[in-house]
């Protein structure tokens, strides 16, 4: 479960930092921020960016009248994970919610850019489960225990297939960074692997315990046995010697 984890936080992080990046790069070179971010928006690469320059919101505009009306209702639907994300994020750090928008979920990647601004991008779960479905189909090829991925509302999104469900006795494990929030959960089979492991853990001491008890037993047995034929013998000799 533990290779898991570590495998699916760095392909999530490399995904939403590389996106973070292909808007910051040319948005350094725009002359015209609002125009640029709004045509990629408009794109749909990514679906929705957040942009503030010395404090002060640069998209969607700070005016509400030059911002259009689809702007402002993700804008307030996002508005207090936005806030989170660029409270985590640093000029070395980016940081990273999760929220969702219009009951989808999103990842929200935040990274400062130069000295004053900071600008977030939102990215689908559809842009993300590609890389999620290849990178678990490939680590559970080998027919192993079941693993399933759940969100952080506790909705299953690996498998998204129906297979054999993981009880709640089995281990989780929390994600960070780009997936916090996220738990990766490995079943054991309890038909074979938990009874094996139950069987084990009881069988093999006691079986080991009363093997140990008979090899005493047997010991002792043969010791006292030896100890009456000296004795035997001891008798005979002095009876011989009597005579």
């Known amino acids: 479960a533990k290779s898991y984890a570590v495998q699916l936080d760095s392909a999530v992080n ?128 080998d027919q192993g225990p079941p693993v399933e991925l759940v969100d952080p509302w506790g909705q299953r999104q690996w498998p998204r297939e129906q297979l054999a469900t993981v009880d709640e006795r089995t281990a989780s494990i929390e994600l960070a960074e780009a997936l916090a929030g996220w738990k990766i959960r490995v079943g054991v089979d309890t038909d074979t692997g938990d009874a094996s492991l139950l069987i084990s853990a009881i069988v093999i001491p006691v079986t080991v315990g009363w093997g140990l008890a008979l090899f005493a037993l047997v010991r002792y047995q043969s010791g006292v046995t030896r100890q009456h034929r000296a004795r035997a013998e001891s008798a005979a000799r002095l009876s011989h010697d009597l005579r």
């Open 14 to 141: 490399q995904i939403a930092s590389n996106r973070l990046n292909s808007v910051a790069e040319p948005l350094s070179r725009a002359g015209d921020p609002l125009t640029f971010l709004r045509r990629i928006v408009y794109e749909r690469s990514p679906p929705f960016v957040f942009l503030v320059e010395a404090d002060v919101r640069v998209f969607p505009p700070q005016e509400n009248a030059s911002a259009f009306t689809q702007e402002l209702k993700i804008l307030a639907r996002l508005e207090s994970a936005l806030a989170a994300t660029r409270e985590k994020a640093t000029a070395q750090v980016k940081g990273f919610t999760w929220a969702r928008l219009f009951g989808f979920p999103v990842l929200l990647t935040c990274g400062q850019i130069g000295s004053d601004r900071v600008l977030c991008i939102v990215s689908p779960l559809s842009d993300i489960q590609p890389t999620i479905d290849k990178l678990l189909s490939n680590t559970t090829a």
